[in-house]
């Protein structure tokens, strides 16, 4: 399985950007698409994502009303748009590829790409 990301970057607070994820259509089909991200000294946590068929997304707690998980069939690829970004929210952020039915748990992960939030 290969996610190939691309996005991230240096914003200032209150701005936005927005990640890309693309894939292969075998795991776009096969997989719970989505993203997790871990911060400096901190865990991987999960961010947002797709349930199985991908017709409802699910949030952290801590990105509801921000951040946007958004999908292209066509393109097999996922996307993340982040806005109203707080410095809380840097971190490397990688899309993700589950197979796991409730508690969404990463199988495969792409590269990860850094966003860094500015006071």
């Known amino acids: 399985v290969q996610l190939v990301e691309s996005g991230g970057g240096l914003v200032q607070a209150g701005g936005s950007l927005r990640h890309s994820c693309a894939t292969s259509?075998?795991?776009?089909?096969?997989?719970?698409m989505g993203w997790l991200r871990q911060a400096p000294g901190k865990e991987r946590e999960f961010v947002a994502a797709?349930?199985?068929?991908?017709?409802?997304?699910d949030y952290a707690d801590s990105v509801k009303g921000r951040f946007t998980i958004s999908r292209d069939n066509a393109k097999n690829t996922v996307y993340l748009q982040m806005n109203s970004l707080k410095p809380e929210d840097t971190a490397v952020y990688y899309c993700?590829?589950?197979?796991?039915?409730?508690?969404?748990?990463?199988?495969?992960w792409g590269q990860g790409t850094q966003v860094t939030v500015s006071e």
């Open positions: 797709f349930n199985w068929g991908g017709s409802n997304t």
């Open positions: 993700a590829a589950s197979t796991r039915y409730s508690t969404y748990e990463a199988d495969y």
């Open positions: 259509a075998r795991t776009f089909s096969n997989y719970r």
